[in-house]
């Protein structure tokens, strides 16, 4: 855990101060924040219809949502995605700067966020759901274990290992990356005629 906390801090250190960083890890979640962030996937699941490999497009809205109505600490990480010890997404570098895209094809990492002691991701059962050429063993296990119709996962990092599910941190997005994939998500899905 110390390795990943220190990924994660040099990762942060791009985008926030000093003192934001400590908030970032000291937060602590309340009962309202909870249901906040129920409500908050809920919504933005509802909006974009399911599919795979929409991991940064489904971040950022759903962070921006949480930044633009809390006070939550928030970051939109990308990185490395194992299941029990295999990886599934390797990331070798950041999303583009300027991207309105809302699938990355030549990008093959993952995207969640992070707040407090909490990982959250919305889109990998999406991605084991429907993606076709996601590893079988993999997703086999992956709906043997949570079931059909998931929708979003909420982690403790200190019981990661009991979800099978292991983030390694390498990039943190910036507020330009955020807007650009969060333009490109209102583009594709929320102003059709």
């Known amino acids: 855990m110390h390795n990943r ?14 003192k ?5 890890f000291n937060y ?32 950022s809205l759903l962070g921006a949502v949480i930044v633009d109505h809390s006070k939550i600490p928030i970051a939109i990480m990308t990185g490395h995605l194992d299941y029990k010890g295999s ?7 950041p999303i583009s700067i300027k991207t309105t895209n809302t699938k990355e094809t030549l990008w093959k990492g993952h995207c969640w966020i ?13 991605t084991v759901y429907y993606s076709e050429n996601f590893p079988p063993l993999i997703k086999r296990d992956i709906i043997n274990k949570y079931g059909e119709g998931k929708g979003a996962i909420m982690i403790p990092k200190d019981a990661i290992e009991e979800y099978g599910f292991e ?10 990356q955020i807007n ?11 102003n059709k005629n």
């Open 114 to 126: 992070e707040f407090g002691q909490y990982i959250l991701d919305i889109s990998i059962f999406r």
């Open 87 to 93: 990886r599934v997404f390797n990331c070798e570098k």
């Open 20 to 24: 934001e960083i400590e908030l970032f």
């Open 5 to 18: 906390n220190s990924n994660l801090a040099e990762s942060l250190n791009e985008i926030f101060s000093t």
């Open 180 to 190: 650009g994939l969060v333009q490109g998500t209102k583009e594709k899905y929320l």
């Open 28 to 59: 602590e979640l309340n009962n309202d924040d909870i249901t906040f962030l129920k409500t908050c996937m809920k919504e933005v699941l509802t909006i974009i219809p399911p599919d795979a490999y929409n991991c940064a497009n489904l971040s």
């Open 167 to 176: 983030y390694t941190p390498c990039f943190a997005l910036n507020n330009e």
